[in-house]
């Protein structure tokens, strides 16, 4: 009874103690970081001893599934042919890579050009060079084809991203040495789909949620494997092969609620930081900014479909 009546109310780090979170970490950290999905495309190569000679051989096959389990300054990877994603949310935003042709060594090979994320690609979306949509005109292009043949070229730049936040759980996942590992649990995510067949892919799903009345965290994701695409060159790229049971459900837990606000959290911090770089380009250019770009109006809009996304 002493011990209670002598804890500092006014003491974060001693309440939490005395309620036994103070080794609790946070889902989202507030670094503003998360754990990365995504396909991984090629192989992974290792050394293995062969006859008493080490020699490269490939570890991990490309097209597997890989998460990135992000720490403070490094990150640890795992992969898995098949997994499950419990998605939380949803989001849209655009993105254009810059490569630095004349980059030395040691310096940034290229950058990104990326808008705010939205419940809508139907709205003009700030960008992080004081732009709208990374330069792309706004609305629906009717023609392409009219356009100057620069402004087609920047548009074929330009990606348009499906942002899902959700728990992904790995299938028999292994490390970067193709070991197998154990009990490595149900891991919050960000995956970040630019790929056009794999977006398409992943908005049916969401799609089907919206048609059957169902809220996308009601429910798993089963990514099976996925699906590979031979490129002229002889490299191929692959995209994920997904379906959903609908005949299993999850009740919205109280934990679920919390992560939730996590990944709500994360998006504003996001999309405060691109709007501070925003307002930053545009104060260092100040006169190049055109009066309709100041008075956009940023609202956004449900959508219902993947046709509704330009």
């Known amino acids: 009874m002493n011990?209670?009546?002598?804890?500092?109310?006014?003491?974060?780090?001693?309440?939490?103690?005395?309620?036994?979170i103070a080794t609790e970490k946070p889902a989202v950290k507030k670094s503003g970081t998360l754990n990365r999905?995504?396909?991984?495309?090629?192989?992974?190569?290792?050394?293995?001893?062969?006859?008493?000679?080490?020699?490269?051989?490939?570890?991990?096959?490309?097209?597997?599934?890989?998460?990135?389990?992000?720490?403070?300054?490094?990150?640890?990877?795992y992969y898995a042919k098949n997994l499950s994603i419990r998605p939380y949310m949803q989001r849209f935003m655009l993105r254009r890579y810059v490569a630095n042709s004349g980059a030395k060594e040691g310096e940034p090979k290229g950058s990104f050009h990326r808008t705010i994320m939205s419940d809508s690609l139907s709205v003009d979306l700030k960008d992080n060079t004081g732009k709208f949509n990374?330069?792309?005109?706004?609305?629906?292009?009717?023609?392409?084809?009219?356009?100057?043949?620069d402004m087609q070229d920047l548009i074929r730049q330009i990606k348009r991203v499906r942002v899902i936040f959700g728990v992904a759980t790995l299938d028999s996942p292994v490390n970067e040495k193709g070991e197998e590992v154990k009990d490595l649990g149900d891991i919050p995510f960000i995956w970040e789909v630019?790929?056009?067949?794999?977006?398409?892919?992943?908005?049916?799903?969401?799609?089907?949620?919206?048609?059957?009345?169902?809220?996308?965290?009601?429910?798993?994701?089963?990514?099976?494997?996925?699906?590979?695409?031979?490129?002229?060159?002889?490299?191929?790229?692959?995209?994920?092969?997904?379906?959903?049971?609908?005949?299993?459900?999850?009740?919205?837990?109280?934990?679920?609620?919390?992560?939730?606000?996590?990944?709500?959290d994360f998006v504003k911090n996001f999309n405060d930081y691109i709007c501070k770089e925003w307002d930053e380009k545009v104060q260092s250019?100040?006169?190049?900014?055109?009066?309709?770009?100041?008075?956009?109006?940023?609202?956004?809009?449900?959508?219902?479909?993947?046709?509704?996304?330009?």
Not at 12 to 20: F, K, S
């Open 194 to 264: 630019d790929n056009k067949d794999a977006f398409r892919t992943l908005g049916n799903i969401f799609s089907e949620f919206v048609r059957k009345s169902r809220l996308p965290i009601q429910h798993m994701i089963h990514l099976d494997g996925t699906k590979e695409h031979t490129l002229p060159n002889g490299s191929s790229f692959y995209t994920p092969v997904a379906k959903v049971d609908f005949s299993e459900s999850f009740d919205i837990t109280e934990e679920d609620q919390k992560l939730f606000g996590d990944f709500t």
């Open 134 to 149: 990374c330069g792309k005109p706004s609305g629906y292009v009717q023609d392409f084809q009219s356009l100057p043949s």
């Open 3 to 20: 011990e209670i009546a002598n804890i500092r109310t006014d003491s974060y780090e001693d309440l939490a103690r005395a309620m036994g």
């Open 285 to 310: 250019r100040q006169g190049e900014v055109t009066e309709d770009e100041m008075k956009t109006v940023e609202g956004f809009i449900d959508i219902d479909n993947d046709e509704d996304v330009k």
């Open 37 to 77: 999905l995504r396909i991984w495309h090629s192989p992974v190569m290792g050394q293995a001893n062969i006859n008493g000679k080490l020699t490269n051989v490939e570890v991990i096959e490309g097209g597997l599934y890989r998460l990135e389990i992000v720490e403070e300054d490094s990150s640890t990877f």
